[in-house]
């Protein structure tokens, strides 16, 4: 057979092709064992990159195993649509973005259709059918096509709207005062890991500063904002920036001074709001003074151009003996200001933050990161052993840990202070416009810090298949953790309105909990055999929850279908879902489905990064296109390289380099598949016995990694330790006919997951007719284990091994190389001492004892008991893996005798082999006899 160069792309679109024409990704029920696995579907933004196809590859490696196995496997996908990111796209259109422009010019996008595109329904269609046609089936994925769907289709809305009366029925729908993340251009959005809604800043948290005020000798408010209001027992002075013009600001009755980002800030969290449109240079504040609230000392108003305008309120009180950063500034000052000490804590005197400062050699306001550190050090001391002192009035002796509320609910109440929300990190929504915090005075929650629901959802999820396992560990306290959800946003929002406040839409978290059931029914609904008009609330409730009776023989059939797929076995998503969809998948499945229909497993991978290990996005550049890359690489060598490059539970980089290298390998295995039916028929019982058996052996670790999704492990065994096995066999001559027709066979089944147009193509290649796609997985024969020829190979490979670094040490070029073998009875007592240590029992008495009724043995009592001595700390330093093999009786004289022929073509001189009890060895150089050890010794003449 001629073999022939691999041309990726014609072959992986001619196999993709008549899949699909056959229609072997459409899920039947026809085996009664099932498997129904999904991945969390994409939001629909823009184009995807080669990072998003991690996980959508593991996803049908893993549907494409269980197929292989016997099971009726299904696996949908759909199209997560609803919130802002399709809005935002439609809006750059609107203003003729040129990046987004040339970007769909790019991608083939006319003039006519990019003006279509203004309609945010029109980018979710165009997108939908990008990502079926150029990314899923571009790499082979056998999803179920025909239950497609969206997350703003009627029928979905419908199916949205039945779960949140069932929420309500349950009584975990709540309403109360929210401070919600708001994008002046498009409203409400969500700031969450999986950055739905937002281009940078999913990582933000909300806090809650306390807003003191301080005044002015005309009654004028100057801000300043405290997350340790405490402190101000020890407030000396202010900062303010004289480079910053404030701006004054009207709230209720109070005149306020602040940045003019402060006033706008305000003006989203408080209501009577009024921007004066006066402003106050800072440089005209400073060398004034205010008086601090509640203990009524004046303080001096100093300039600091470290005071932010963008952070809080633009203002900064000064706690000098307790903030590292205001004792450095004070000090590079040069004010005449005393430090007030208020807290007594262990470990510090007089000043603390002088202390923390000059623990840690700090200078300067430069030297951020050791201020921080100095910072976070003051804090964790002063918070854990802190006490108020004297200096505290009616505080005093109120421990820190205990304190921070009680004086916060004190300002509040008095009118000195107020509270503020700050991002934690500048958020910045997808329209490019910076996120701010805006008030709902009546928004709804799920309830999720429901007591019972949280145990439930708990109890469930210690009973799940969760990877990785320390996911699951992290689990309970994640949903300790969850807190109720914000649930529904105004504004430009796609999705589904709540059912209980009209115009308002339910945001993409909430909508994204159950739907994987929904894929039970899409494909009636695609297929026009299930009316939007028939999505009832009795229709779900019967399909759900089994309750009522079904309208027509569709509900029936479409109950049955649901009953024998649900639950999801597997929901596969990245690690951005940990903290933020996943739980909620598990807790409103918990609270609306029937126990035996919640989720069975959860598999979280980890991302593809760039240069640098950020998280490769588009959004922030250096985002490989797909369809370039599959044309560069090849579809299989970038699965490959998915599943092989690293653990699914660790960040991989992406590198070309790499891909190529996978690339190569698809060659090679190629090449070396065609040319194993070109070998001349030669027999070696040995040899055949063993790679019988390696294969084997092979193929159960594949299984059992592929069973406990370690793909990782799979793929190495299957594409790099099967083909150093063959290289073997070859390299000793190997060439039974028979045996390498059932290897190519096995191994091209074994691939078939993984590199599925490869395998297709070999297969045909070599004369078989049915899809291997379609066929059985390889399964471990017990029966085909050859122990005795695995350790012969084993000892083979050694003694190459051992002789060419003897031979690579003293660079002698070898006239003859003897091989001594250990006497038997070294070789039998040791496997006495192997099996007593399985039993636990080693030690040297009883394995004299055991020795001592060998007549052999005991005939030469005196060797037996110096080599027994050894040996108790010989085989405990044995791998378990040493330990098996040593236990196998194999004639290792006779297995080499055997294999002669062979070392002597490999070292290109005469092979003698000996054996201890046969012949005595004597060493020139040492001019007398020396112990063979349990290895076999070589002699290089």
């Not at 025909?146 to 997350?151: C, D, E, G, P």
């Not at 203002?315 to 003996?321: E, F, G, K, R, Y």
């Not at 063959?726 to 006919?737: D, H, P, S, T, V």
Request: hydrophobic letters at 35%.
């Amino acid at each position: 057979m001629e073999t022939k160069n691999y041309d990726f792309v014609t072959v992986e679109k001619k196999w993709q092709k008549k899949w699909f024409n056959a229609k072997i990704h459409i899920a039947n029920k026809k085996k009664q064992k099932k498997f129904f696995i999904h991945f969390a579907y994409p939001g629909v933004s823009g184009y995807l990159h080669v990072g998003h196809m991690r996980g959508f590859t593991y996803c049908d490696i893993i549907a494409r195993y269980k197929r292989m196995r016997g099971y009726d496997a299904l696996f949908p996908a759909g199209f997560h649509a609803s919130g802002i990111p399709s809005v935002g796209f439609a809006k750059k259109i609107e203003r003729n973005d040129k990046e987004t422009i040339d970007l769909l010019k790019k991608n083939g996008c006319t003039d006519d259709f990019i003006k279509k595109l203004i309609d945010p329904v029109e980018v979710v269609n165009y997108f939908s059918k990008v990502y079926v046609d150029d990314y899923w089936k571009r790499f082979g994925f056998l999803i179920d096509y025909t239950r497609l769907m969206n997350t703003i289709s009627a029928g979905y809305n419908k199916f949205i709207s039945w779960q949140f009366h069932k929420l309500n029925e349950k009584k975990l729908l709540i309403q109360k005062p929210h401070f919600a993340p708001y994008c002046p251009n498009c409203g409400p959005v969500a700031v969450d890991k999986s950055e739905t809604d937002v281009l940078r800043g999913g990582s933000s948290e909300i806090l809650e500063f306390i807003i003191i005020k301080f005044t002015l000798p005309d009654g004028t408010i100057l801000p300043a904002a405290t997350l340790r209001p405490e402190t101000i027992f020890g407030v000396t002075n202010m900062w303010v920036n004289p480079e910053v013009d404030y701006q004054k600001v009207k709230v209720n009755n109070e005149i306020l001074i602040c940045s003019k980002e402060c006033a706008e800030k305000l003006s989203y969290q408080f209501e009577n709001v009024e921007i004066l449109h006066e402003k106050v240079p800072g440089k005209k504040l400073v060398g004034k003074k205010c008086v601090v609230p509640e203990i009524n000392r004046e303080v001096p108003i100093f300039s600091g151009v470290f005071a932010d305008p963008a952070i809080a309120t633009g203002i900064v009180m000064s706690v000098p003996a307790h903030a590292p950063y205001d004792w450095v500034a004070l000090v590079e000052s040069k004010q005449p200001i005393q430090p007030i000490k208020i807290i007594d804590a262990k470990g510090f005197e007089d000043n603390p933050a002088k202390e923390a400062c000059d623990q840690l050699k700090i200078t300067s306001q430069t030297q951020t990161d050791k201020l921080d550190e100095a910072t976070d050090l003051v804090y964790k001391k002063e918070f854990h052993t802190g006490v108020l002192n004297e200096k505290c009035g009616s505080y005093s002796g109120i421990k820190i840990s205990e304190i921070k509320d009680t004086i916060k609910n004190d300002l509040i109440a008095k009118n000195l202070a107020a509270t503020m929300r700050e991002f934690s990190e500048e958020v910045i929504c997808r329209c490019k416009e910076k996120v701010v915090i805006k008030k709902i005075p009546d928004q709804w929650f799920i309830k999720y810090s429901d007591e019972t629901l949280t145990q439930e959802s708990k109890d469930y999820a210690e009973t799940m298949n969760i990877y990785p396992l320390e996911y699951k560990d992290e689990m309970p306290k994640i949903l300790d953790w969850f807190d109720d959800r914000a649930v529904i946003r105004k504004g430009s929002w796609l999705g589904t309105e709540f059912p209980f406040k009209k115009d308002w839409i339910i945001e993409p978290i909430s909508d994204s909990t159950l739907y994987p059931a929904y894929y039970l029914f899409s494909n009636y609904v695609n297929q026009k055999k299930l009316s939007v008009e028939e999505m009832t609330m009795e229709f779900f409730d019967y399909i759900f929850l089994d309750i009522g009776t079904p309208k027509n023989a569709v509900w029936r059939q479409i109950k049955s279908d649901f009953d024998y797929w649900y639950p999801v076995d597997i929901n596969l998503g990245g690690k951005e879902h940990k903290t933020v969809h996943f739980p909620v998948y598990i807790m409103n499945h918990v609270a609306i489905m029937p126990k035996e229909k919640c989720p069975r497993g959860l598999f979280v991978h980890w991302w593809v990064t760039q240069k640098g290990k950020e998280k490769i996005s588009k959004s922030k550049g250096g985002a490989e296109p797909i369809l370039e890359a599959a044309t560069t690489y090849g579809v299989d060598s970038m699965r490959l390289y998915y599943a092989h490059v690293g653990s699914p539970f660790v960040d991989v980089e992406w590198d070309p380099e790499i891909v190529t290298k996978y690339k190569n390998r698809i060659v090679n295995i190629y090449k070396i598949i065609l040319e194993l039916s070109e070998k001349e028929e030669h027999i070696n019982k040995h040899l055949d016995n063993w790679l019988t058996s390696i294969l084997n052996r092979r193929i159960k670790k594949i299984v059992d990694a592929f069973e406990n999704f370690d793909l990782r492990v799979a793929s190495n065994e299957i594409f790099f330790e099967c083909q150093r096995d063959i290289q073997w066999y070859l390299k000793r001559g190997g060439a039974n006919k028979t045996l390498i027709h059932k290897l190519v066979d096995t191994w091209i089944t074994l691939i078939t997951p993984i590199t599925p147009h490869l395998a297709e193509e070999l297969w045909q290649t070599l004369g078989k007719t049915a899809f291997v796609s379609n066929g059985s997985y390889p399964q471990f024969n017990g029966e085909e284990i050859y122990e005795q020829d695995e350790v012969g190979e084993y000892l083979l490979s050694e003694i190459i091994d051992d002789t060419n670094e003897i031979l690579k040490v003293t660079k002698i070029s070898p006239k003859k190389i003897c091989i001594y073998i250990a006497p038997a009875w070294k070789q039998e007592l040791f496997r006495k001492a192997l099996e007593l240590h399985a039993e636990n029992k080693l030690n040297v008495s009883i394995l004299m004892k055991q020795a001592m009724s060998d007549p052999q043995l005991k005939a030469i009592a005196k060797n037996v008991s110096q080599f027994a001595g050894k040996l108790p700390g010989k085989v405990k330093k044995l791998s378990e893996t040493d330990r098996k093999r040593y236990l196998v009786d194999v004639k290792e004289k006779d297995y080499l005798d055997d294999s002669k022929a062979y070392l002597e073509d490999v070292f290109s001189c005469d092979i003698e082999i000996y054996s201890a009890d046969e012949k005595d060895i004597y060493d020139p150089a040492k001019k007398s006899t020396f112990a063979i050890p349990l290895r076999p010794a070589i002699y290089i003449e």
